[in-house]
């Protein structure tokens, strides 16, 4: 085997846990769900650049408390409706816009708390290095429907992560069940405009 070969094949391998602990970065165990170890970086302000970028995705998400696909499908909706201007319907308008600034006013939403903490948390078939998107919704999928989870993430290295979440002294997760309600109706808001352009 040529020397190009054994470089390339020595890169296409998963980093494995034992390198990292020698260099700059020391990874330490921090729960195990349904079997599978999550690890993470023991400083969060240390996690490499290909997990990191992605945490400035997810922050502004959290920080908005909507990602970008629902700004895309709010502006589409709005534009339906200014489409024609014989038809606009300024009731419809309003309630898009309510609801767009109810947002601003939110708690997070538990996926935007979900998406972060699947940056700092990884397993061991993850590369610490990258985040590979379809693998980790999967992953977020198994977090949603393990409990006990999302309360754990909010007790965690989150806090130190995003210091401004501050939760109300009243049951957690009875006022994320109300935030996820009122997401979905924001959403078929959304999605009841845009189905009747179809």
């Not at 980093?15 to 999550?38: D, M, W």
């Not at 903490?117 to 610490?128: G, N, T, V, Y």
């Not at 590979?132 to 198994?142: A, H, M, P, S, T």
């Amino acid at each position: 085997m040529n020397i190009l070969k054994k470089i390339k094949k020595y890169f296409e391998r998963k980093p494995k846990f034992r390198f990292l602990n020698n260099g700059k970065y020391k990874i330490i165990e921090a729960f195990r769900v349904n079997g599978v170890t999550y690890f993470m970086f023991d400083s969060i302000f240390e996690i490499p650049s290909g997990r990191s970028f992605t945490a400035l995705t997810y922050y502004d998400e959290l920080q908005m408390r909507c990602s970008r696909e629902y700004l895309i499908k709010h502006c589409k909706a709005v534009d339906t409706i200014l489409s024609d201007p014989k038809k606009i319907d300024i009731g419809t308008v309003s309630l898009l816009n309510r609801n767009l600034k109810d947002r601003i006013e939110m708690l997070p939403i538990p996926e935007h708390i979900y998406k972060l903490a699947s940056i700092l948390f990884f397993d061991e078939q993850e590369s610490p290095y990258s985040y590979d998107y379809d693998y980790n919704k999967n992953k977020i999928e198994v977090w949603r429907k393990t409990e006990g989870v999302l309360d754990f993430f909010l007790r965690t290295e989150l806090k130190n992560l995003v210091p401004y979440l501050r939760f109300p002294s009243i049951d957690m997760a009875s006022y994320l069940e109300v935030t996820q309600a009122v997401d979905t109706m924001h959403q078929r808001d959304i999605s009841q405009v845009l189905s009747k352009s179809e």
